[in-house]
C-alpha cells in the first residue's frame, strides 16, 4: 500500500502562519517519526506577495488552488475576521477539507454553524490557537476532561490587558501610559479597542463555553466590559483589601442557569490567577471529578500559536488517515439557560468620591442597606475637609439590579462629587 | 451497519476503580452524546470480593475471563505494584486488547517493553493517571507540545511529600509532625517510605521524560532524594533569602545531556510551583515555541485519577473504531546521554552547625573557595557562644562533585559539629 501523505494549504502567512510553516517544516522529519504520520505544506498564500516570499519551495499564491485542490487534505487559515475567512472555510469544508483556524472572531460569530458543516461533510475543525496561544485548553476541555462536569472556569485570556494590570499594578502608573508602553513593546494594537474593551476575551470566553458545557455560545450571550475605567488607586486599594485586579472570563454554572461575563474583577492575591502577569494567559477550570486546576502559559506570539497549529495539523492528519470519520454531531444541552446579569449575586467593590462631611457614609451606608447590600470593610481615609476624598469599600453577597439601583440613588446625592466606581470580586 | 460498542474490562476496584466506574456508567449517555462512541464496562475483577459488591450488573469476579474475553476491547489496569499487574497487561496486550493503567512503578520499570509489545500486537496504551492524577500531562506532552523540543521540566508530582512541606512551611512544625498529620488525614500510607524517599515523584519523572526526550528513562537513571533531611529551620531560612523548598521533580537538556533528578529544592517564592500546596501537584514545562507553561492540578484521589482513566478510555475508544492503526513504533532519541550528577553546575543552599568562635567562617570559606565555590549571601547570628550556631549559606554555581568534595573536608572541621545540611537550588 502506498503511504499516503497529509497535505496541507495555508492561507495567511503572518506571524504566526510564518512561524507554523517555519517551526513545522524543520521539525518535520522528527514529528513524522514520533506521530507515524506523513505530512507536506504543499500550497500557501498571503494577500501581501512579499509574505511568502521565505517559502519558494511552497506553492504560492492563490488561494482557490488552496481550496480546490483536490490533493489538499487540511487548510490552515490564520487571516483573521470575519470575512473572507467565513467564506475560505465553508468551501474548504464543502469540498472535503478539514480546517485549522485561530480565528476566535469567527468562530465566536459563526461556529455552530462551521462545526456542522464539518460533521455534514464528514470533516474536522482544529481550533487550539484560537485561545489562549499555546495553552492547551481546547483539547482538555475536549479530551482530557470529558468525564466532568465543567462547574466553574475562570481565565485570563488576554495578554494586552493583563500586561497593562500587571504594569499599573508594578509601577503605580495610570492606564494610558500602561497602554503606551504596550503598544511600544509590541503588546497593543494601534487600535486596541477589541482587547481593551474586553470583546476578545469574549470571544475565546465563548467558545471555551460552548465546548465546557455543550451550550453554543456566541459573544453576544456575555455580558463585557473592559478595563478602560480602572485607575491605579483601585488597583492599590484592592491590594490593601488582599486582591488583585484582572481582566477575567467568568462562566460559572449553578443548577440549570449560566453565568457568562468578562469584566474586570477583584480576584485574592493567594489565587492562582493572580500571579499571571505581563502577556501570560492563564485559565481555571473546575470540574466535578478534577476539582481545581489551572493551565497557564503564552497566550499570543506567532511561535505560541503556531504550537497549537502543529498539535492540530499532526492530530487531524491522524484522523484523515483512518476510514471511519467519528466525530459527533454537535450535541446541545438544552437545559441550560443563560443568566441574566441583574440576577447575579457576587460581592462589589466601591469607591465613591465623597465630600469630606460628617455624616456621608450613613448617607451612603443606609441606602446601601435599603437595597440588601451589606458593607464588609470599608477604608475611610482623613483627608482635605474642603475637597472630596476615597471612600472605598467591600461588600458581601448582593445583587446586581440591586447595586445598580443603589449607585443610581447614591450618585444623585450631592455630597458625591463623581460617579462611582463599582468592581465586582470573584472568589 | 452494527453499531459497535466498545467493551471494557476492569482489574482492580480500589479508590480510582470505584470512582472510575461509578462516574463512567453514571456519565455513559452524555460521554456518548459528545464522543460518538458507545460503551459497555463488561467485566470486573478485584482479589477482594467486596469490593464489586456495588456493581452487581457489572459481571465479575475473573481476571481471567477479562484478559481472555475476546469481546473485551480494553482492560483497565488499576492494582498497581509490579507483579501481577505485568502479568495481566501482557497477556492483555498478547491477545490483542489496549490498556488503559495508572500504574507508575511498573512503567517506570517496563514502560519500553510495554509500549513495543503494544505495537507490535497493534493495540494502545493509555497512562495519563500514571501521572499527577487529573492533570493532562501526557496528552499534552504527547499531543498538544508535539511540535516543541522540550528544554526543562519542573514537576511537584507527589502531594504526600508536598502536603509534608506545606505544613511545615505554614506550622512551623517538624517533619515527623507533619507525616503524622498527614497519615491522619490519609494523605500519606502507613509505610510512606516510597513517597517521602522519592521514588514515586522519581518513577513519574521517568515516564514524562521517556515522552518529553524520547529517550527511555527509568527510575534507575534518575538521582534520588527524600524529604526526610529537611527541618522546618531550613525552610525558614530558605524563606528568608526568598525561597520555598519543595520536593522536585527535574529534568533538563544542554547540548546533548539529559539532567534527571528527584529532590528537596529552594525554588524562588515567586515562582508559579511555589504556590502549588498541600496535595495538589503542579509541572512546570519549558519549550522551543510555548515559551513557559504550567499544569496544575488534584495529583491524587479516586476521582481525579478516575477522570484521567476516562479520557484514555474515550480516547481509546475512538481509536478501536477506526479501521487503521497509526501508531509510531517507540521513537528513540539516541544522541541523548543521560548526565552524571558529579556534573551538574547549580547553586546551593548549605547549612554548617558550628561552634561560634572567630576564624570559623574563614574556615568555612576557605574550603569553599579552594573548590571553586563562591558564596552569594551568609547568615550567620550571634548567638550562645558555648553552643553549636546555625552558618546558612547561598553559593553561586557551582559543580555537586566540588560541593561534595568541599563538604566533607568542612565537616572534618573539629569547629563543626553536625554533619551539614546541603540543598540545591532550583531557579
Same mark, same amino acid.
Given at each position: 500500500?502506498?503511504?499516503? !501523505? @497529509?497535505?496541507?494549504?495555508?492561507?495567511?502567512?503572518?506571524?504566526?502562519?510564518?512561524?507554523?510553516?517555519?517551526?513545522?517544516?524543520?521539525?518535520?522529519?522528527?514529528?513524522?517519526?514520533?506521530?507515524?504520520?506523513?505530512?507536506?505544506?504543499?500550497?500557501?498564500?498571503? %494577500?501581501?506577495?512579499?509574505?511568502?516570499?521565505?517559502?519558494?519551495?511552497?506553492?504560492?499564491?492563490?488561494?482557490?488552488?488552496?481550496?480546490?485542490?483536490?490533493?489538499?487534505?487540511?487548510?490552515?487559515?490564520?487571516? *483573521?475576521?470575519?470575512?473572507?475567512?467565513?467564506?475560505?472555510?465553508?468551501?474548504?469544508?464543502?469540498?472535503?477539507?478539514?480546517?485549522?483556524?485561530?480565528?476566535?472572531?469567527?468562530?465566536?460569530?459563526?461556529?455552530?454553524?462551521?462545526?456542522?458543516?464539518?460533521?455534514?461533510?464528514?470533516?474536522?475543525?482544529? &481550533?487550539?490557537?484560537?485561545?489562549?496561544?499555546?495553552?492547551? @485548553?481546547?483539547?482538555?476541555?475536549?479530551?482530557?476532561?470529558?468525564?466532568?462536569?465543567?462547574?466553574?472556569?475562570?481565565?485570563?485570556?488576554?495578554?494586552?490587558?493583563?500586561?497593562?494590570?500587571?504594569?499599573?499594578?508594578?509601577?503605580?502608573?495610570?492606564?494610558?501610559?500602561?497602554?503606551?508602553?504596550?503598544?511600544?513593546?509590541?503588546?497593543?494594537?494601534?487600535?486596541?479597542?477589541?482587547?481593551?474593551?474586553?470583546?476578545?476575551?469574549?470571544?475565546?470566553?465563548?467558545?471555551?463555553?460552548?465546548?465546557?458545557?455543550?451550550?453554543?455560545?456566541?459573544?453576544? +450571550?456575555?455580558?463585557?466590559?473592559?478595563?478602560?475605567?480602572?485607575?491605579?488607586?483601585?488597583?492599590? &486599594?484592592?491590594? +490593601?483589601?488582599?486582591? %488583585?485586579?484582572?481582566?477575567?472570563?467568568?462562566?460559572?454554572?449553578?443548577?440549570?442557569?449560566?453565568?457568562?461575563?468578562?469584566?474586570?474583577?477583584?480576584?485574592?492575591?493567594?489565587?492562582?490567577?493572580?500571579?499571571?502577569?505581563?502577556?501570560?494567559?492563564?485559565?481555571?477550570?473546575?470540574?466535578?471529578?478534577?476539582?481545581?486546576?489551572?493551565?497557564?502559559?503564552?497566550?499570543?506570539?506567532?511561535?505560541?500559536?503556531?504550537?497549537?497549529?502543529?498539535?492540530?495539523?499532526?492530530?487531524?492528519?491522524?484522523?484523515?488517515?483512518?476510514?471511519?470519520?467519528?466525530?459527533?454531531?454537535?450535541?446541545?444541552?438544552?437545559?441550560?439557560?443563560?443568566?441574566?446579569?441583574?440576577?447575579?449575586?457576587? %460581592?462589589?467593590?466601591?469607591?465613591?468620591?465623597?465630600?469630606?462631611?460628617? *455624616?456621608?457614609?450613613?448617607?451612603?451606608?443606609?441606602?446601601?442597606?435599603?437595597?440588601?447590600?451589606?458593607?464588609?470593610?470599608?477604608?475611610?481615609?482623613?483627608?482635605?475637609?474642603?475637597?472630596?476624598?476615597?471612600?472605598?469599600?467591600?461588600?458581601?453577597?448582593?445583587?446586581?439590579?440591586? !447595586?445598580?439601583?443603589?449607585?443610581?440613588?447614591?450618585?444623585?446625592?450631592?455630597?458625591?462629587?463623581?460617579?462611582?466606581?463599582?468592581?465586582?470580586?470573584?472568589?
Amino acid at each position: 500500500m502506498e503511504e499516503k !501523505v @497529509v497535505k496541507i494549504g495555508v492561507i495567511g502567512c503572518g506571524t504566526v502562519g510564518f512561524n507554523f510553516i517555519k517551526s513545522f517544516t524543520r521539525k518535520k522529519r522528527e514529528i513524522e517519526k514520533k506521530t507515524g504520520v506523513k505530512f507536506i505544506i504543499k500550497r500557501v498564500y498571503d %494577500r501581501d506577495e512579499k509574505k511568502i516570499k521565505p517559502f519558494p519551495e511552497i506553492s504560492g499564491n492563490s488561494v482557490k488552488e488552496i481550496i480546490e485542490d483536490p490533493e489538499i487534505d487540511i487548510v490552515v487559515e490564520l487571516i *483573521g475576521g470575519i470575512h473572507p475567512a467565513y467564506e475560505f472555510i465553508v468551501k474548504s469544508i464543502k469540498n472535503g477539507k478539514s480546517v485549522i483556524t485561530a480565528n476566535k472572531a469567527l468562530l465566536s460569530e459563526k461556529g455552530k454553524e462551521i462545526f456542522n458543516l464539518a460533521v455534514k461533510n464528514k470533516v474536522y475543525v482544529g &481550533y487550539e490557537a484560537s485561545v489562549a496561544g499555546a495553552i492547551p @485548553v481546547i483539547k482538555t476541555l475536549k479530551e482530557s476532561f470529558v468525564g466532568n462536569k465543567i462547574i466553574k472556569m475562570l481565565g485570563i485570556l488576554n495578554g494586552t490587558t493583563n500586561f497593562i494590570l500587571s504594569q499599573m499594578f508594578k509601577y503605580g502608573i495610570n492606564f494610558s501610559d500602561a497602554l503606551k508602553k504596550a503598544q511600544k513593546l509590541g503588546y497593543a494594537e494601534a487600535d486596541p479597542t477589541l482587547d481593551i474593551a474586553g470583546m476578545d476575551t469574549a470571544h475565546k470566553l465563548s467558545i471555551l463555553s460552548t465546548l465546557a458545557f455543550n451550550k453554543p455560545v456566541s459573544w453576544k +450571550d456575555i455580558y463585557v466590559e473592559g478595563i478602560d475605567k480602572i485607575e491605579s488607586t483601585d488597583i492599590k &486599594y484592592a491590594y +490593601d483589601f488582599g486582591y %488583585r485586579i484582572k481582566l477575567l472570563a467568568i462562566a460559572k454554572i449553578s443548577s440549570n442557569f449560566l453565568e457568562l461575563r468578562v469584566h474586570p474583577a477583584l480576584l485574592p492575591s493567594n489565587h492562582l490567577l493572580s500571579s499571571v502577569e505581563g502577556v501570560y494567559n492563564g485559565i481555571f477550570i473546575e470540574g466535578d471529578m478534577i476539582g481545581n486546576s489551572l493551565l497557564y502559559g503564552e497566550g499570543a506570539g506567532g511561535k505560541a500559536a503556531a504550537s497549537s497549529v502543529i498539535s492540530d495539523v499532526v492530530e487531524i492528519g491522524k484522523k484523515i488517515l483512518q476510514k471511519e470519520y467519528i466525530s459527533p454531531p454537535f450535541y446541545e444541552n438544552k437545559k441550560l439557560t443563560i443568566k441574566n446579569m441583574d440576577k447575579i449575586s457576587i %460581592r462589589y467593590y466601591f469607591r465613591f468620591t465623597a465630600l469630606d462631611k460628617p *455624616g456621608v457614609l450613613a448617607k451612603i451606608s443606609k441606602i446601601l442597606g435599603k437595597n440588601n447590600i451589606s458593607i464588609s470593610s470599608v477604608i475611610q481615609k482623613q483627608e482635605n475637609p474642603q475637597k472630596a476624598v476615597p471612600i472605598v469599600m467591600l461588600t458581601h453577597k448582593a445583587e446586581e439590579k440591586n !447595586v445598580k439601583k443603589a449607585i443610581k440613588e447614591i450618585d444623585n446625592l450631592d455630597v458625591i462629587k463623581k460617579p462611582t466606581i463599582i468592581i465586582r470580586v470573584e472568589e
